[in-house]
């Protein structure tokens, strides 16, 4: 556990990319089988302690130390595993022994039922020092937070011998910890690894934001473009196991299994591959908002009265396998094609259709379509459209966000002058700054009323500039949130970006915002010019008008 | 008698009725006493200064001679009159020269600490602890997860970056007044035998540290260093350096920062640190209990830092404690690791009346 501590350690403060790559790739090549398979098991977020949970550190750290203490002390620190590791009350002379291997500690966490777990953690604890009970509590609680994504983890795999990291993403749906295979074919040891699931994850292909500045260097020939819905990308498996049944699975981006929240959808699907498309949900034949969506992703328990008023559909836009046929390197006009053909066979009861493509001879017809979907095609589902997509013609289906084929041009968001009247302190690397904000927005009888709260948007700068306004201009405390001076003429005003607004009986303003981001600090602004709950009110009521009027 | 009508608070600092005087002032005051030489208690333009010969020589160090009207030393544990409240300054073991003020009026004790640390620390005279009856304390590192690791321990990961990677400097980030001074007193301590590159702000304070008799080794200004003498070397500098175009000379160094704020992973990442090193001239948390518990006092007052745990632990403890909500401590140096903290003139200070 020691050397894993110390690699996550030193991983936390390593800023470059490449020197990540090499420490782990030096801790990969020095450490044996199966250490080091259960460490990338560990970095590539593959281990989850079903009787090991943060309720559970709460509990043994609340047994341990005053309340009061331990929660200035969370609040100041602004992550849990840190503060628990500090605070610890380890037994003077136990930390000497030798500490457990990784292996052994994974074993333990996985194997021990609900009554022994609290034991065993609590004596996993009282045997690390401060940097291994920090890196034992930060893999319980699933969120490492220390700069290294799956991807990054591959690529010091890959590291280690001749393969592409790409090659890497394409063997590892369906392989286990620790990974023996896997490492002994990536030091050219073994043979490539065979998947074993017949309707596995596969990587996706991302996009980058289109700046105005890159248009004009792209040709609208080589381009397809298609609406941006604004549901949750899915990637639809669906293929025969080895007893001849059909596996239907629906992944998440991230290739999270999320087939068990939407059966109706899962079986619905007819088609033999893997179609990559938005979840959204249809009510009669129209698409809901986001918010709708959120609804249904709320909610624990899949109910029948859920599955009738909540829908869930698939709208393709890209094919990745078909009837077993990987067909990625084709380009994407061909797949899109064979996706068509797909789509028309196996509609599966109305639950999947096509995204259809959006016609444009130049940039600034496409510019137009992506400023009025409605008037473009998207017809009364324009209120689910974020944007377009634009595709090469000629684009594989690569794994990753490669730069080039793929982009993505969102429409430009709403925006409103709010005024900040609380903020608290951010966790994690921002734990000493007062990074969350509450803003609002004046009603008739000239109170403030919050509308929403942000955490980002703005600068590193901006972000020093509004934290010592906060500490300066703090009227009253309420623990870790401090409330901030806001009259008309004193006070510091926020643009608030957006990308939709919503009725809410959850909240004092009747409102709730999408997406709100910092846009911009009007310190030129006195508070009394910001907008007002009227103004927030009419940008719903134009919403609702544009949705059904088109 | 009340405490208060010996020593209460006022927007200016800790202020004394019955003397007259007031104890590191935020601003400037006709009479200061001044409990250590680091730019947050120590302010120049008071009218009369009461420090130690040490804090007096760091003050004309950093403000020039004429840094206040007229001053006067104090020796420790030497008793002085200042208009019949008694005043003895004895040490607090935080930097050279630092001193805890003890003052004494019909038969009340109350002893203003400044900052301190209990820890061992070859540049500073320890910490003792002075019966009374009101502690003024800090409470900068006030919480369970502040426990400062062994000092040999850090730099002994100082030690381990230098042998790792012999041809990168390695850039410390320290306070050029005391911290620095230690981490080089630690470093030899260590078996550094290499001359250390000193940034320019830090070379008149470490002269002055040689002429009171601490041994150093040998230090060079890093602007004369050539590559070679750069590469591997110990390199001292204030904090604000690290990210300052200064640091450039160095190609890829390894950046260290010698704090106590290191112990707090975010803190580090917020200063781009890859070698955080735990070191610090403030009392921890278990320290500060010990030093509150070794005063034998009744009530606590709390100036700085995280009064809030602080007072919560005291108060269990049977003693009554309040916080003094005092601003514009706690920027050492003017290049804190934490985050700005409340400029002095901006809020309005809570006013304990007399």
Redo the contacts between chains.
């Keep these: 556990m020691n050397r894993f501590a110390a690699l996550l350690d030193r991983l936390?403060?390593?800023?470059r990319r490449n020197g990540k790559i090499r420490l782990i790739a030096d801790y990969f090549r020095h450490t044996p089988d199966p250490e080091r398979g259960w460490a990338l098991a560990a970095l590539t977020g593959a281990l989850s302690f079903r009787n090991a949970k943060p309720g559970l550190i709460r509990q043994l750290i609340g047994e341990r130390?005053?309340p009061?203490?331990f929660a200035?002390?969370y609040d100041?620190?602004?992550?849990l595993s840190?503060?628990v590791a500090?605070?610890w009350p380890a037994p003077h002379g136990l930390n000497d022994t030798e500490p457990p291997p990784l292996s052994a500690i994974v074993h333990a966490l996985t194997h021990m039922g609900r009554a022994e777990m609290p034991a065993v953690l609590a004596s996993l604890l009282d045997r690390l020092d401060e940097t291994g009970r920090w890196a034992l509590l930060k893999l319980i609680t699933g969120g490492l937070r220390i700069g290294v994504s799956a991807r990054l983890a591959k690529t010091a795999v890959a590291a280690l011998g001749e393969h592409a990291p790409d090659a890497i993403e394409l063997v590892w749906p369906g392989l286990t910890p620790p990974y023996a295979e896997l490492f002994a074919w990536a030091e050219g040891r073994g043979p490539k690894p065979e998947t074993e699931d017949p309707a596995p994850f596969r990587p996706v292909m991302l996009s980058h934001p289109l700046e105005e500045a890159d248009v004009a260097k792209l040709d609208p020939a080589d381009f397809r473009a298609e609406w941006k819905w604004d549901g949750i990308r899915v990637q639809a498996a669906r293929a025969a196991g080895p007893d001849g049944r059909h596996v239907t699975r629906l992944y998440s981006r991230t290739g999270e299994d999320i087939s068990g929240a939407f059966p109706d959808l899962a079986e619905a699907l007819a088609f033999d591959g893997v179609v990559d498309g938005e979840l959204l949900i249809l009510r009669e034949g129209r698409v809901q908002s986001f918010n709708v969506l959120q609804q249904r992703l709320n909610r624990k328990a899949v109910t029948p009265k859920m599955l009738l008023e909540f829908p869930a559909h698939i709208r393709g836009y890209d094919l990745l396998i078909e009837a077993g046929e990987d067909v990625r390197d084709l380009p994407f006009e061909a797949r899109r094609a064979r996706l068509e053909a797909l789509i028309s066979a196996h509609p599966a009861q109305g639950r999947l259709d096509l995204s259809p493509l959006v016609p444009f001879p130049t940039w600034d017809a496409l510019a137009a379509a992506r400023a009025d979907p409605a008037a473009h095609g998207a017809g009364e589902d324009a209120e689910a459209v974020e944007g377009v997509m634009l595709k090469r013609a000629d684009s594989l289906y690569l794994p990753g966000r490669p730069k080039g084929p793929w982009w993505k041009w969102k429409r430009d968001p709403h925006s409103v002058d709010a005024v900040l009247m609380y903020a608290q302190r951010g966790h994690?690397?921002?734990?000493?700054?007062y990074s969350d904000y509450t803003f609002g927005v004046w009603t008739e009888a000239g109170e403030l009323v919050p509308v929403g709260k942000a955490y980002f948007g703005f600068t590193d700068a901006e972000l020093?500039e509004i934290?010592?306004f906060v500490?300066?201009?703090?009227v009253n405390r309420f623990g870790p949130v401090r409330e901030v001076v806001h009259t008309p003429t004193e006070g510091l005003v926020l643009e608030v970006a957006f990308e939709g607004l919503a009725r809410s009986t959850r909240h004092r303003s009747g409102l709730a915002m999408r997406f709100p981001r910092i846009a911009r600090l009007r310190w030129d602004k006195p508070p009394a010019e910001a907008d007002r709950l009227e103004t927030l009110e009419a940008m719903i009521e134009a919403g609702l008008r544009r949705g059904t009027a088109a | 008698m009340r405490p208060e009508e010996l020593l209460h608070t006022t927007p200016q600092g800790l202020y004394s009725p019955a003397g007259d005087f007031f104890i590191d002032p935020t601003r400037p005051v006709a009479r200061a006493l001044i409990t250590h030489g680091h730019s947050d208690h120590a302010r120049a333009g008071h009218g009369r200064v009461l420090a130690t010969q040490q804090t007096l020589d760091i003050m004309a160090i950093r403000y020039g001679e004429a840094f206040a009207g007229t001053t006067q030393a104090a020796d420790y544990g030497a008793r002085i009159e200042v208009n019949g409240v008694g005043v003895t300054f004895h040490p607090a073991g935080h930097i050279l020269g630092s001193a805890q003020i003890a003052l004494e009026w019909r038969g009340c004790t109350i002893v203003a600490s400044g900052d301190y640390k209990p820890g061992t620390d070859p540049t500073a005279l320890p910490f003792a602890p002075v019966p009374c009856h009101v502690f003024i304390s800090e409470a900068t590192f006030g919480?369970?997860?502040?426990?400062h690791p062994a000092p040999a321990v850090e730099i002994g990961k100082l030690m381990d970056s230098l042998a790792l990677f012999p041809e990168r400097a390695h850039l410390v980030g320290a306070y050029a007044l005391g911290k620095a001074q230690r981490v080089m007193a630690l470093l030899r301590a260590a078996g550094h035998d290499r001359p250390i590159l000193l940034h320019g702000a830090m070379e008149k304070l470490t002269a002055y540290y040689r002429t009171q008799g601490i041994d150093l080794g040998e230090t060079r200004p890093a602007r004369d260093a050539t590559p070679a003498e750069r590469a591997g070397a110990v390199v001292l500098c204030p904090p604000g350096a690290l990210t300052d175009v200064w640091s450039r000379r160095f190609p890829d160094p390894v950046t260290a920062f010698a704090s106590g704020w290191m112990?707090?992973?975010?803190?580090?990442?917020?200063n781009?640190?890859?070698?955080?090193l735990i070191l610090s001239d403030h009392a921890d948390w278990d320290e500060l209990q010990v030093a509150i518990r070794a005063t034998g006092c009744e009530e606590l007052w709390v100036t700085h830092g995280?009064e809030?745990?602080l007072v919560?632990?005291a108060t269990?403890e049977g003693l009554r404690a309040r916080p003094l909500h005092m601003v514009g401590y706690g920027e050492e140096e003017g290049e804190s690791a934490?985050?700005?903290?409340?400029?002095p003139e901006?809020?309005p200070t809570p006013e304990v009346a007399p």
């Design positions: 936390a403060y390593e800023p130390t005053d009061v203490l200035l002390s100041y620190v602004g992550d840190e503060t500090l605070m994690g690397k921002r734990s000493s700054y020093i934290d010592r500490r300066r201009h703090t | 919480l369970p997860v502040f426990r112990r707090i992973r975010a803190r580090a990442r917020q781009g640190v890859e070698l955080p995280q809030d745990a919560h632990w269990q934490a985050p700005a903290p409340p400029a901006a809020p």
